[in-house]
Every structure is written in C-alpha cells, then in structure tokens.
C-alpha cells in the first residue's frame, strides 16, 4: 500500500537553530515528491517538486532532499516567519489521477 | 493575481439542508479537485476532473457531488449535509503539465450540526 509518513509531528526551535523534518514513503513507482507549506486557516502553499534519488532544491532558508525511500527538508537558521506546518505528497506512477498521497505535516514553530 | 477562489470561507448548516461551496481559478488550468481535511487524517480526496466534462471519484465520494461545465469552476455540492461532513474542504488546480503542482484555495470551514 502506497504510504507517506512524516516525522516528527510537531517540532519546536529557537530562531537560528537547525534541523530537518523527514518524510518516508512506501510507493510503487514514484513520478514525484512534492513538499508544501501550510499556514493556519489558510490552503498548503507549494514549496518543491523532487523527481529522483539525488536530487536537491533549495528556496531561501529551505532545502528539499530526495533518497529512494525519504526526503528531508533542511531548515537552515530558521527565523519565526518559518512557523508552519510542513506537508509532504508523493504522487505514483500508476493512474491517470495525478493523485497525491499526503503526510499528516510536521507542525514548526520557531521561536524568537 | 493566479488564484484560486472559494466561497463561502466559512459556513454553520443544519443536517440535510443542501449547499454549494464554489471554487474558480483563474490559471486556465485542466486539472481541478477537492480535498477534506481533518485532525489526524490529512488531507483525502474527495473528487477530481481532469477537464471539463470530466469527473471522477477520489478517496471519499459519499455524500459529495462536483460539475464541471466550465473550465474554471469546479463546485462541491453537499445535497443532504451531515455531522461527519464537518470539516476544513479545500479546492485544488494544477496544469496539465506532468508532475505540475497544485495550487489551493484558502478553504472553507463546513459546520454541519
């Protein structure tokens, strides 16, 4: 069964302190991996596409990773307008629907 | 400014009392969905269309309903609205384009009681 899981649930920092959210997923043939943030009351805002093992994007203090089994997004110096919950979505080779398997977010909140 | 429009953000019904949620983008996009989301459940599909004319089922269907007549509206109906359709819903575009992103509304929050 295709599956996404996303680690941990909720993480706290002190602006300027480093860290990774992780994101697993089980899925049979992966067309891409996609990571969005969501604000509060508010829809998931996109961050990165990841298609292959290897690669790498980058988007101010973000860094999206790709493995075969996980990705990771690096927060590098995180300030407090990076408090969000963080959402990851792989989408299967199989089907027409362009469907999206979600993670549950991983919640941030950075303190000042 | 590309976007995707919802409304009504916020809504208090009663059980069975029919109502639209709408949803427009103005991106030209083929590609349109619905999602429900709630606490420890993520984000599921309700429903899809890969263009107009053209609709399908996602993860959770029952009790739902969609059109699609024109490009760029894409409506949930909820005809008899129960409690367990109380939840954040969210509407969705991407292009057509391979492994484009989804871009979303900013939700509209159903209480049905």
């Known amino acids: 069964e295709d599956q996404v899981t996303q680690s941990p649930e909720a993480l706290r920092l002190q602006e300027g302190e480093s860290s990774s959210l992780n994101c697993s997923y089980t899925?049979?043939?992966?067309?891409?991996l996609f990571w969005y943030r969501q604000d509060p009351g508010k829809g998931p805002e996109f961050l990165f596409t990841?298609?292959?093992?290897?690669e790498e994007k980058e988007k101010e203090r973000l860094k999206a990773t790709l493995t075969k089994k996980e990705s990771f997004l690096h927060i590098t110096a995180p300030k407090p307008e990076d408090s969000a919950t963080y959402l990851c979505?792989?989408?299967?080779?199989?089907?027409?629907?362009?469907?999206?398997?979600w993670g549950l977010g991983t919640s941030l909140a950075v303190n000042p | 400014e590309a976007q995707v429009t919802q409304n009504p953000r916020y809504l208090i019904t009663v059980t069975g009392k029919k109502l639209t949620v709408t949803c427009s983008q103005n991106?030209?996009?083929?590609?349109m969905s619905w999602y429900r989301q709630d606490p420890g459940l993520g984000l599921r599909q309700i429903y899809y269309?890969?263009?107009?004319?053209?609709?399908d089922k996602g993860d959770v269907p029952e009790g739902y309903k969609v059109s699609r007549k024109e490009k760029r509206n894409f409506p949930l109906i909820l005809e008899s609205p129960s409690p367990n359709q109380t939840s954040l819903y969210f509407c969705?575009?991407?292009?057509?384009?391979?492994?484009?992103?989804?871009?979303f509304g900013n939700g509209t929050r159903l209480t049905v009681t």
């Open positions: 990841l298609y292959s093992a290897g």
């Open positions: 899925v049979s043939g992966l067309r891409g």
């Open positions: 991106m030209n996009h083929e590609y």
């Open positions: 269309s890969m263009n107009v004319e053209v609709t």
């Open positions: 969705a575009s991407s292009s057509s384009t391979r492994n484009s992103p989804l871009h």
């Open positions: 979505a792989v989408q299967a080779n199989a089907g027409n629907n362009r469907k999206l398997i």
